[in-house]
């Protein structure tokens, strides 16, 4: 059986570092390539092959929603997941990317958290 393969976006070092941490924790999956910036994420997604694809809500310029609504329709076979530290009532237009794109709070996330994403 192979890993899944994730990719995590986020403009602050210190949550992909704790994403990075919690994916490499987790057997059956690993990292397959971390961004910094939703342009970022564009640019590396060209060449990366992730399975499951971990957005941050609230980044600087292009927001992890704007990046999710890209990347879903170009990459059906990849998972996307918005992560933010808000609820999803905090945040109206997630609401717009419907069941395709679930939300998680950051401070829910870990291993047990990840492998309900993946089977989901």
Do not use: N, Y
């Not at 490499?24 to 994420?41: D, I, N, Q, R, V």
């Not at 990366?48 to 990347?71: F, H």
């Not at 829910?108 to 989901?120: H, K, T, Y």
Request: glycine share 6%; proline share 7%.
């Amino acid at each position: 059986m192979t890993a899944v393969r994730v990719f995590t976006v986020d403009d602050q070092a210190v949550f992909r570092g704790i994403m990075r941490d919690v994916v490499e924790a987790t057997p059956g999956f690993e990292l397959a390539g971390e961004a910094a910036s939703a342009e970022e994420a564009l640019a590396a997604l060209e060449t990366v092959d992730p399975q499951l694809v971990l957005v941050d809500v609230r980044m600087p310029g292009m927001d992890g929603i704007e990046l999710a609504a890209l990347i879903a329709p170009a990459h059906p076979e990849m998972k996307i997941v918005l992560i933010s530290i808000e609820d999803a009532e905090d945040l109206p237009s997630a609401a717009r990317l419907g069941d395709r794109v679930p939300l998680v709070r950051k401070q829910e996330f870990g291993p047990r958290m990840l492998r309900r994403l993946w089977a989901r």
